[in-house]
């Protein structure tokens, strides 16, 4: 996956890469999965602003 | 001495803002190849100011109170001619070409900036050990972490070389350093203060504010920086009051919310009977004091660091290429968020929103919640794990698990020592208010102030 991103990590820094990831990950895919689909994200464009 | 106190003694003539500024360099001088919490030092262009200071007000030109005042700000945010590194090889040489927002706001309320904090690589951690301008150590003991990001700010305001430092705060970077050097710190609402003109590590997440030796000294800071900035996209134009609370203050009334979830569990024993002696101060000087229970935090926490991963690498991407040049922590979480499927950055800012909507619902029933900054006192400085609650936990993970979420939900908090451990490390309360509350979180932590919680001044160098 690092290398299709473009990243050039070493072998011994992916230990400190994907451990911690996985563990987010495995935190984080559960609580996303009730979302309904109106749920907007936080972050929005608002036309105005650059007017 | 407090900021106060100063601008009364500046305006009495008891001393001049220029002796008050040489008194800062020659503090800086003597402490700083201790606590090494500056990168930068402007003591000639610092002198000069002060010049203008003390003329301005010699001809009846008063800026307010911190005219000719000594601060100085994290070197993150933008100085116009006046190196500005982020704390990382990447910036070192880095001469902005105007101010940050922040930095023309106390320079035109007359404040004498004595230059650039060290901080925590990119403001990415929470010990401020930076591995290219060295560590910067705790006033309280040398052996110990300031925390971080803002961890020099901590440090300079700590020791007493500054009367205020400005920090950043995108996962608890100004509470944190607050909380280990025992000083005020200040995050205020998302878009109360400009991020204008100072290095972004996530966009949604980053606030700046004040540490500070009291309360009041934090919302003389305040006053002078919040309010609108065009050139901020996140700006509020919500109205500004003035956030100085007034003498005798009280909190007769007010309904602290005291959460039976989350907050109180996997605390250091001396942490958690420090901040339950403030909230009992807070009953007795007549507050109401309700159990709560709230949203699921550690969810949100997890939401938090999500958005944090990918923004912060979204910032740094063209620069990983470079990777000699990144501390190994930093570069490990740079990776990561290279990794984090976007799918998962925008669950996590929808999520957020919900989160953010659970949470409002708590407002109603109390105006404010009264929770610890960390669970733990200053960790020693390359310890990596803390021992809490019969749990060993990363010391990152374990020191940002009552802020982080904060940030996510924008809220203004104020962090303020409310005791010292058997070590003699400070212990801190957060305060935690509805958005924009920022006069009524400070009026709280005045009004606690004056009814006796804190801790006495840093016993720096003497230690």
Same mark, same amino acid.
């Given at each position: 996956?690092?290398?299709?991103?473009?990243?050039?990590?070493?072998?011994?820094?992916?230990?400190?890469?994907?451990?911690?990831?996985?563990?987010?990950?495995?935190?984080?895919?559960?609580?996303?999965?009730?979302?309904?689909?109106?749920?907007?994200?936080?972050?929005?464009?608002?036309?105005?602003?650059?007017? | 001495?407090?900021?106060?106190?100063?601008?009364?003694?500046?305006?009495?003539?008891?001393?001049?803002?220029?002796?008050?500024?040489?008194?800062?360099?020659?503090?800086?001088?003597?402490?700083?190849?201790?606590?090494?919490?500056?990168?930068?030092?402007?003591?000639?262009?610092?002198?000069?100011?002060?010049?203008?200071?003390?003329?301005?007000?010699?001809?009846?030109?008063?800026?307010?109170?911190?005219?000719?005042?000594?601060?100085?700000?994290?070197?993150?945010?933008?100085?116009?001619?006046?190196?500005?590194?982020?704390?990382?090889?990447?910036?070192?040489?880095?001469?902005?070409?105007?101010?940050?927002?922040?930095?023309?706001?106390?320079?035109?309320?007359?404040?004498?900036?004595?230059?650039?904090?060290?901080?925590?690589?990119?403001?990415?951690?929470?010990?401020?050990?930076?591995?290219?301008?060295?560590?910067?150590?705790?006033?309280?003991?040398?052996?110990?972490?300031?925390?971080?990001?803002?961890?020099?700010?901590?440090?300079?305001?700590?020791?007493?070389?500054?009367?205020?430092?400005?920090?950043?705060?995108?996962?608890?970077?100004?509470?944190?350093?607050?909380?280990?050097?025992?000083?005020?710190?200040?995050?205020?609402?998302?878009?109360?203060?400009?991020?204008?003109?100072?290095?972004?590590?996530?966009?949604?997440?980053?606030?700046?504010?004040?540490?500070?030796?009291?309360?009041?000294?934090?919302?003389?800071?305040?006053?002078?920086?919040?309010?609108?900035?065009?050139?901020?996209?996140?700006?509020?134009?919500?109205?500004?009051?003035?956030?100085?609370?007034?003498?005798?203050?009280?909190?007769?009334?007010?309904?602290?919310?005291? /959460?039976?979830?989350?907050?109180?569990?996997?605390?250091? #024993?001396?942490? &958690?009977?420090? $901040? !339950?002696? *403030?909230?009992? +101060?807070?009953?007795?000087?007549?507050?109401?004091?309700?159990?709560?229970?709230?949203?699921?935090?550690?969810?949100?926490?997890?939401?938090?660091?999500?958005?944090?991963?990918?923004?912060?690498?979204?910032?740094?991407?063209?620069?990983?290429?470079?990777?000699?040049?990144?501390?190994?922590?930093?570069?490990?979480?740079?990776?990561?968020?290279?990794?984090?499927?976007?799918?998962?950055?925008?669950?996590?800012?929808?999520?957020?929103?919900?989160?953010?909507?659970?949470?409002?619902?708590?407002?109603?029933?109390?105006?404010?919640?009264?929770?610890?900054?960390?669970?733990?006192?200053? /960790?020693?400085?390359?310890?990596?794990?803390?021992?809490? #609650?019969?749990? &060993?936990?990363? $010391? !990152?993970? *374990?020191?940002? +698990?009552?802020?982080?979420?904060?940030?996510?939900?924008?809220?203004?908090?104020?962090?303020?020592?409310?005791?010292?451990?058997?070590?003699?490390?400070?212990?801190?309360?957060?305060?935690?208010?509805?958005?924009?509350?920022?006069?009524?979180?400070?009026?709280?932590?005045?009004?606690?102030?004056?009814?006796?919680?804190?801790?006495?001044?840093?016993?720096?160098?003497?230690?």
């Amino acid at each position: 996956m690092a290398k299709a991103r473009g990243l050039e990590v070493p072998d011994r820094d992916m230990d400190r890469i994907a451990g911690p990831l996985e563990t987010l990950e495995e935190a984080f895919r559960p609580l996303a999965k009730d979302l309904k689909a109106e749920d907007e994200p936080a972050t929005g464009f608002r036309a105005e602003e650059t007017a | 001495m407090t900021i106060r106190e100063a601008a009364e003694s500046l305006r009495a003539r008891r001393f001049s803002a220029v002796e008050l500024t040489a008194s800062a360099i020659a503090r800086i001088e003597r402490y700083n190849p201790k606590l090494n919490a500056f990168i930068t030092v402007t003591a000639e262009r610092a002198i000069e100011r002060a010049r203008q200071a003390d003329s301005e007000l010699a001809a009846g030109r008063d800026r307010g109170p911190l005219h000719g005042v000594p601060i100085a700000v994290k070197d993150l945010f933008a100085t116009r001619g006046v190196r500005t590194t982020a704390g990382s090889r990447v910036y070192e040489n880095y001469l902005p070409s105007a101010d940050a927002t922040v930095v023309e706001k106390l320079e035109a309320a007359g404040a004498v900036n004595l230059g650039k904090l060290n901080l925590h690589e990119l403001a990415y951690g929470i010990t401020s050990a930076n591995p290219h301008f060295g560590a910067v150590r705790n006033p309280w003991n040398t052996e110990h972490s300031p925390g971080g990001s803002s961890g020099g700010s901590g440090a300079a305001v700590a020791a007493g070389i500054v009367y205020a430092a400005m920090g950043s705060d995108t996962g608890g970077s100004i509470r944190i350093p607050a909380g280990f050097c025992g000083t005020v710190g200040l995050k205020p609402t998302y878009g109360r203060v400009s991020r204008h003109g100072v290095f972004p590590l996530a966009y949604s997440l980053d606030h700046m504010g004040p540490l500070t030796r009291s309360v009041r000294d934090a919302a003389i800071v305040l006053n002078a920086i919040a309010g609108h900035d065009r050139r901020d996209p996140a700006s509020s134009r919500h109205p500004v009051v003035d956030y100085v609370p007034d003498d005798g203050c009280g909190i007769r009334g007010l309904r602290v919310g005291f /959460p039976d979830n989350f907050y109180f569990e996997r605390l250091d #024993g001396e942490v &958690e009977s420090a $901040v !339950r002696g *403030a909230i009992a +101060r807070a009953e007795a000087l007549g507050a109401e004091v309700k159990p709560v229970v709230v949203p699921d935090v550690a969810a949100l926490n997890v939401v938090a660091r999500v958005i944090l991963l990918a923004e912060a690498s979204a910032v740094m991407e063209p620069y990983l290429d470079k990777r000699d040049q990144f501390g190994a922590d930093v570069l490990a979480l740079l990776d990561q968020g290279c990794l984090l499927p976007a799918v998962d950055y925008v669950n996590a800012q929808r999520l957020r929103r919900r989160m953010q909507r659970e949470f409002a619902r708590l407002w109603s029933a109390v105006d404010c919640l009264f929770i610890p900054t960390t669970p733990n006192t200053a /960790p020693a400085i390359g310890e990596t794990t803390i021992r809490l #609650g019969g749990r &060993e936990e990363d $010391v !990152r993970l *374990a020191t940002t +698990r009552l802020v982080r979420g904060i940030n996510a939900l924008g809220l203004p908090a104020l962090s303020m020592p409310c005791g010292l451990s058997a070590s003699g490390l400070p212990i801190s309360l957060q305060i935690v208010g509805p958005p924009f509350e920022e006069a009524l979180i400070l009026k709280i932590g005045a009004a606690l102030e004056d009814g006796g919680v804190g801790i006495p001044p840093c016993p720096f160098p003497s230690r």
